[in-house]
DNA sequence: AACACAACTAATAATCATTCTAATTTAAAG
DNA sequence: CTTTAAATTAGAATGATTATTAGTTGTGTT
């Protein structure tokens, strides 16, 4: 049980019981949805409220805390800033994993055959997992 | 002006008038969203539901007519199912642009270095257009 | 350790987005 | 031209997210 405390500090954030937990959800689901992050606070906070899920989690994109996921056919997962990777989602069992790839030849050859200044590139594959193939 | 009649026959979609408003609008616009649809159609059929908009755009994605394109911090785009491409979305305009990439190398790198089966990769580059910049 | 206060939480109302229902109309096959 | 399954419409219903407000709490300061 990782503690983030000082983590949410650095990113102006107060240290709630609440904010804790959803970053420890983070930290060991990887990824989770609103609802899931919902459900599994309600086991530790018996009256929290969605306002608060959602809340936090606005206020914790803006500070960059946590970033959104968005995934085809699918809703959007959270998960904790963290360096710059990319996504496989299982079509199947709708598993999220990460993987660190290189796109910055990719990036270069966007820019050099348009005018777009890019500073950002969001990759998901769709696929199967192990499993599910 | 297009006629996207049989093109929506060949997708087992009913050429409607409405319909072929949507394919029109897509392919004049190339990408947009839900309210900028209804809003076109609107000129053109003055007692047009939205609930119509919704439907089409479901069932023209299901019938793979059409296809959603997410975006970070902005609602999904559509846009006439097309040769596989990736996309260019300016930060401050919201500008929508199409990009022809070859992602096999990276598609291929991806699935040696994971147990995942890809066969789809959705690529949203985000920065500033030439007018923006 | 106690204080002060801005920030936070919870409840719930309000708003926005999407889907459903049911009555009417229409595309297109014969 | 008829027939009919499918589509459209209006409006109700549901689902998702945001706003409001009153009470509570985290944290810097004393
Ligand atoms: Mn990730
Ligand atoms: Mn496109
Ligand atoms: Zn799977
Ligand atoms: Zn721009």
Redesign the pocket.
Known sequence: MNNF?DL??AHN???????LEIANTLYNQGHAN?EELYDTLLKK?H??????I???I??MIENAFIQEVKIPNA??VYELTKETHSHLVCKKCGNVEDITLDLRPVCDLAMHSTEFQIDKADLVFSGLCKKCQ
Do not use: D, E, M
Not at 13 to 19: I, M, S, V, Y
Not at 47 to 52: D, E, K, N, V
């Open positions: 405390t949410l500090r954030l107060k240290a709630t019981p609440q904010r609103v906070f009256s929290i409220s969605l306002a608060t959602y809340k936090n606005n206020l809703k959007s």
